[in-house]
């Protein structure tokens, strides 16, 4: 750590002396979004464009049309794809874990038709209630316990402030994990504004807490569309603040940021992207030449994927269908479709329980994998009559249909894993002759005329994020890779990075692995001065090269 | 058995495209996308393979010293190593050249510039891993050609027959006589040994039936470099069934397999080829795989990167013909990046190595069940409830990690990467520094491609009994060295496991004297080396069919459907069924139903 936090400082010191020499411009810039946008007066109007009309020229008015199309083309709210499971699958996904406490249906007062000040004043907010912070203090502070990571890395980097001068732009779920995220930043010299990228997601009295300590939070629990744009917009468009980063979940922001301000990316230094939809469409942009910074794909990062995808749904499958069916495993056939690293998890999950494990693929590696692990390959047919339980963690679409679940045998529970709710056809349900009766929350028995009931679990969309909880550990680790990469990318000198998206560097990468070590009191072993040199590495890593399967 | 019909079907196709291929270059056989992109997907997998191939120079020449400096030391126990530090001590070079030189004049033809360049060419090939220190981090069979094996060895004993083969002349039952092997009679039984290893080998049999219409290796001229065993005459046969011509040599001074050498100069291969030759005889064998008359090879397939050497330091010019080099080995592999790094590759090279499923063949899935087996062999131990440290956690440290924990050993790991580290953690594993355990421990492991892992202070404190021994590569990673004192007793019990004995009687388990324990103690599965052997065949089928332009002259990764394919070809052992996309799902996740089905980056 000392090293790193050594190269950094430096770079920190020459980023906030290019920011001070450009706080002038930057004013200008907001204002003139600002005018771009919303009706201001006329005096202030005219002011703007005569001081500053180069830097609109029409030629950008045109590309702007272009990039809407370009941003209109990736998958809907609905239907996004997302083959790793970020917490962050749509901004309209539902959750049952990580809701608020206080349950505040009674106050049927929207956010925004509120004034609410914080304790010193501040009004730049717009929360459920204010008052609520100390509960979302108490969270916090919870959520630190398991957050050692983060917290050590206030502890390392403080006195370097390596994000002296960053103004953060923020869009994720606003839970009490995220607040430390957000509070971490704040302790490494970053100023935030924060938005919520899930219109359920938001722990009100979280947003509460982080609006009391000073950070413009812009998020309720159940937002309409519209709020959720508009909170968008609060945290971009203020006067006399421009973001010159952008951390993102989904890439609403982003889409938001640049349709609207196009100008605000003259300014940014890099975007962090954690979602497989947001990285999916910085990629798109990328490809067509319209990325203008650069951006760091941190949903690949070797230890984040792991955590989101074979550790986090090792448990979640068993504890997902506990909660839901209290079935037993031992001895139960299971067919779990596809052997990536989720159904890897699942399928290692099952296994250790004593279930007899089937597993479908399409790609012959991985169906190697699963041979070589003691798995039997099947089609999904073969297996269809005598299963008892079937998980889908595929990526892809109807790989369950009404034909193979005319076939299932009698009690069959049906649940997915793997992205939104296209794996299981379950809109070919929905038809006059079988009966649907809700059983618990979460929990559908579908009945056939013969009486035969099939148990769908979450009308198939994501178990895990239904039915189970994230631990803090998984969303510490990407909070941490989150973090780092702001970092890395706010300090990076000049040149490092282009106009393209980057995958975290590899060190960065081993750094948030190591932060997780204390957590197991693993002794990591350091390598002898002359073992280094026999392999021809550095000391402190990067241990691998880069196309190390891990 | 639909799927198979399927899978089948998918090969025919696949076959089909290679041979439209050849007449239309746009639809190549095995990369489905354009070659912009195959080049634009290989290149940083090259950018990364160069650098790993700086990690790893450096390395070479310590590993050389330690294997002198050991030498001297280790020569009382090791009935064979003698034998391999004396041909080591004598100048390759020097010996197969004068040989050479007697014989043939090719060398002065070779243009004036060439020669110039040869020198340089020289020392490139001498940085290389000496012979005995060779690092081989993914343990591919072939070690080093003087590595001594347990496994793979021929049956018939031979050593009563004293005549050098060099000296014998022998012919087959055609009246061909351009062979040279130990006894023409064995052919027989190498015939018997060949039809065994065809049954486990059911990938290349499959290929073999599914090309054979097409032939896609017509007009192919392979000379190839490979341990000489069953497995390799299946490979060898396969080639020819599928329309190459082969010449053959050993990449190694004792695997070779009379019988099975026999079998092939029988069956019409020139092979030259016997278990026990000396280093003069293994470049003489060399050079007549190569320098014959009227007969060019346009394709290289090589195991360490001898053969490679051999042609580049003596025919120069053959590489004008040369369509492509496949090369199996860490070793060889190395070495290509190594010239392609000084610029000085002049052909297209695939690296077979670091394919995905021959890497996890190699390392995780050979290395679980090896683990069991080479210590069980060795001392009978029981596994539960015993004490293990496993040093490094990369797919060997993983295999025996999973392994051991089935058994029910308490098991801990120490690594140096937080990555892998935490992977440790998260599967169960308490992760310490060696010194924090080593006085509990029952064995140790070592599987970290490092050098003086366990030191002698380690060995010192360790407890009565203890097993050590090495998964990992040569004979670095534990400092048997420092155990070579006046004041340690050493007493063999049983091939390849020596006691040491501390002055206080204290005992340790040295196994296979810190050499590879999987290959000294244990056998490598038929079923790995198919995957192996059907992955070189691939990579032939592959360079030897490319449009030109495909391939510059660099070296390339397996193309990631014919890693698929390889796969594929492996699937029906376990009677496994591989679902197929359907057309509309093929189009939501935009992939073709076909494959490649992963992006490259894909971790597996």
New interface residues.
């Given amino acids: 750590m000392s090293e790193t936090a050594g190269d950094a400082k430096p770079e920190v010191k020459q980023a906030s002396k290019e920011v001070k020499e450009s706080e002038n411009v930057a004013e200008k810039y907001s204002a003139m979004t600002v005018s771009k946008n919303s009706e201001i007066n006329m005096g202030e109007l005219s002011s703007v464009f005569s001081a500053v009309p180069t830097h609109k020229p029409v030629k950008k008015q045109i590309q702007f049309v272009e990039e809407k199309q370009e941003f209109s083309r990736f998958p809907t709210k609905t239907g996004r794809r997302s083959l790793s499971r970020s917490i962050s699958q749509s901004s309209t996904d539902s959750y049952s874990s990580a809701a608020s406490y206080t349950d505040s249906s009674d106050d049927e007062t929207s956010p925004r038709d509120k004034t609410q000040v914080n304790s010193k004043g501040s009004s730049d907010f717009c929360v459920k209630n204010i008052k609520q912070a100390e509960f979302g203090r108490r969270e916090i502070e919870i959520a630190e316990q398991d957050m050692s990571a983060l917290i050590s890395l206030r502890k390392r980097a403080q006195s370097e402030k390596p994000l002296a001068g960053a103004k953060i732009v923020g869009c994720t779920h606003i839970t009490a994990q995220t607040a430390v995220l957000i509070e971490t930043l704040v302790a490494l010299g970053a100023q935030c504004r924060w938005t919520a990228c899930n219109i359920y997601s938001t722990q009100n009295e979280v947003a509460a807490a982080l609006a009391e300590r000073g950070v413009a939070a812009f998020a309720w629990k159940g937002e309409s569309e519209d709020d959720f744009w508009w909170c968008i917009d609060r945290c971009v468009n203020t006067e006399g603040w421009q973001p010159n980063m952008i951390l993102d979940d989904g890439g609403d922001l982003t889409h938001w940021v640049y349709k609207k301000y196009p100008n605000v990316f003259k300014k940014i230094r890099g975007i962090v992207e954690e979602s497989v939809t947001g990285v999916h469409r910085l990629y798109q942009l990328s490809k067509a030449g319209k990325l203008c910074v650069p951006a760091m794909n941190v949903n690949?990062s070797?230890?984040k994927?792991?955590?989101d995808n074979l550790?986090c749904c090792r448990e979640s499958i068993l504890d997902g269908l506990k909660r839901t069916t209290d079935v037993m495993f031992g001895g139960k056939q299971v067919v779990v479709c596809g052997y990536g690293e989720v159904g890897k998890g699942c399928s290692a999950a099952l296994k250790a329980l004593g279930a007899v494990v089937y597993v479908?693929?399409?790609?012959?590696?991985?169906?190697?994998?699963?041979?070589?692990d003691g798995f039997?390959?099947?089609?999904?047919n073969?297996v269809i009559r005598l299963v008892d339980v079937i998980i889908t963690c595929t990526?892809?679409?109807?790989?369950v249909t009404r034909d193979q679940l005319d076939r299932m045998k009698n009690g069959c529970i049906v649940c997915n894993m793997g992205h939104s709710n296209?794996e299981i056809d379950v809109a070919s349900l929905r038809t006059p002759e079988l009966t649907w009766e809700r059983v618990r929350s979460q929990v559908d028995h579908v009945i056939w005329p013969d009486g035969k009931r099939v148990i769908l679990l979450a009308e198939g969309r994501l178990l895990n994020l239904s039915c189970s909880t994230v631990p803090t550990f998984v969303l510490s680790i990407t909070a941490t890779t989150q973090a780092l990469a702001l970092i890395e990318l706010y300090n990076a000198p000049e040149g490092r990075y282009k106009q393209d998206v980057y995958?975290l560097p590899k060190k960065m990468?081993?750094?948030v692995?190591?932060l997780?070590?204390a957590t197991?009191d693993?002794?990591?072993?350091?390598?002898?001065d002359?073992?280094a040199?026999?392999?021809?590495?550095n000391k402190n890593?990067p241990?691998?090269?880069?196309?190390y399967?891990?």
Avoid: W
Avoid at 360 to 370: H, K, N, V
Avoid at 376 to 380: A, N, Q, S, T
Avoid at 522 to 528: N, P, Q
Avoid at 533 to 537: A, E, T
């Fill in positions: 690949d070797v230890t994927q792991k955590f550790y479908t693929e399409i790609d012959p590696i991985c169906a190697l994998q699963a041979c070589m039997r390959v099947v089609k999904l073969e990526g892809n679409k109807n790989v296209t995958l990468d081993e750094y692995a190591s997780h070590l197991f693993a002794h990591l072993t350091e390598l002898t002359e073992q040199k026999y392999l021809g590495l890593g241990f691998k090269p880069n196309y399967r891990y």
